[in-house]
């Protein structure tokens, strides 16, 4: 199979693993440490990274590898390394470039852990950050870049406003400085948009989401666009000899595959936070179906944000395909095939309101988690941000009445059915 020939849906089935006749039909699950050899020269060959092949499942394994292609070739990037959460994906994407001194300029409008894990454990590591309002010009951004920046990073849709990251405007602002553009694109799926098109050069993902698709696993990728010239200057450990290598010098070898592979080869070596096989097979097999999911979650959502938009016991909804989005505009520029099933609305009658509605849902579950097939609330004030001073939940967005969905691919008219009977009820 020529896979760069074929289109999104069939390497979504198809793509990573191609069985030869008599070999297995479904990617097999290769649950080993450990790989044999010919001879010394051979495993040698292999630790210089003279040849490529496995040497132990901490730093690859054949079927993470089927799953790692696929990913790669879904967002149109030249190769991955799949990780243990999305946690690490962000982790190691960031470490494999920036140390000690480094500076990293983010949109504001990040994931909680995302936000966490560089506002405290990467600070830790002597790894400042600067985190900007995405709604900035580029120009007013650009004041917050420093002669130690490494890095631009966003996610494509942002948490919890839902907001549409302006690709062309923090594409750019990575050019002017240039760095790298790493973006997220957990929430919205190369389905949807795919990252590298749009001028990123590291995509990362939380597999634990669409990619699984139903709740089962933990687990992250990281895609590298090979699109992303690391001589100029910034990035000497790609360039410089790798004394734990022999001497290697990334670029040198890999030409544009050095960031991904120095990712596997350091950091996989050094950190260890590998994929287990198993997980791979399952989010294999959940992304055979993720265009017919992301498309049934889009429809869902769009329906459901709709009939809620002229519920009574509802003050306002956002999702980015309603009119009154803030991020109305960025959403019809960027997302031709949906925008993906993740909504927020806010009751009347504020948090007592909010619960008691929760309470009286019967098909859609409370769960801290979003992504997988079946519909479910959050309600932040009292769950993921109840630690949060009032004024500290206003500033990450989170009002009391605030009430997260992430609809499901069930009918759509149950969907509502249940959503009525809980406003109903309050
Ligand atoms: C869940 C999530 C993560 C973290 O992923 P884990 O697999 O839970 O470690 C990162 N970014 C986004 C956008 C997420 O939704």
């Known amino acids: 199979m020529k896979e760069k020939k074929f289109n999104f849906e069939t390497l979504c089935v198809q793509g990573g693993y191609n069985p030869k006749p008599g070999e297995p039909r479904i990617l097999p699950i290769i649950q080993s440490t450990t790989y044999q050899y010919e001879d010394a020269d051979h495993v040698a060959a292999l630790f210089d990274l003279k040849e490529e092949g496995h040497m132990y499942s901490r730093i690859s394994n054949p079927t993470v590898a089927a799953f790692e292609e696929k990913i790669a070739l879904l967002e149109g990037g030249i190769g991955a390394v799949a990780v243990s959460s999305g946690q690490s994906a962000t982790a190691l994407a960031i470490l494999n470039i920036c140390t000690n001194g480094d500076h990293i300029l983010a949109s504001s409008t990040l994931y909680g852990g995302t936000f966490t894990l560089i506002s405290s454990t990467l600070k830790k590591f002597g790894i400042e950050v600067t985190f900007v309002n995405p709604d900035l010009s580029k120009e007013e951004i650009l004041k917050y870049a420093k002669e130690n920046t490494k890095l631009v990073f966003g996610e494509s849709i942002g948490n919890p406003g839902l907001n549409i990251l302006d690709f062309d405007k923090f594409s750019q602002i990575a050019k002017t400085i240039k760095v790298p553009f790493i973006v997220d694109n957990t929430l919205i799926t190369p389905y949807l948009l795919k990252p590298i098109e749009l001028g990123a050069n590291i995509v990362v993902h939380s597999a634990t989401k669409y990619l699984d698709g139903h709740a089962s696993s933990v687990g992250g990728v990281i895609i590298d666009g090979g699109n992303f010239d690391w001589t100029g200057g910034k990035f000497d450990e790609l360039v410089l000899p790798d004394p734990t290598y022999n001497g290697i010098s990334y670029v040198e070898k890999f030409k544009n595959l050095a960031y991904i592979t120095k990712l596997r080869v350091q950091l996989l070596r050094d950190l260890g936070n590998c994929l287990s096989p198993f997980n791979s097979f399952l989010f294999n097999l959940g992304v055979e179906t993720l265009h ?51 909504l927020t609305f806010g009751i009347k009658g504020g948090i007592n309101n909010a619960k008691s509605f929760i309470k009286n849902l019967k098909l859609t579950s409370l769960v801290v988690h979003v992504a997988d097939t079946r519909t479910s609330v959050l309600h932040p004030a009292s769950t993921t941000h109840r630690q949060l001073s009032e004024k500290d939940q206003l500033n990450a967005g989170v009002t009391p009445d605030l009430i997260r969905v992430s609809v499901g691919i069930e009918s759509i008219d149950d969907i509502i059915k249940d959503f009525d009977n809980a406003l109903k009820n309050i």
Do not use: C
């Not at 909804?317 to 803030?326: E, T």
């Open 292 to 342: 017919l999911r992301m498309e049934r979650h889009s429809e869902n959502a769009l329906k459901l944000a709709t009939f809620l938009e002229k519920h009574k016991n509802v003050k306002w909804v956002n999702y980015p395909y309603l009119k009154n989005s803030k991020t109305y505009d960025n959403a019809q520029k960027y997302l031709k095939k949906g925008a993906s099933g993740i």
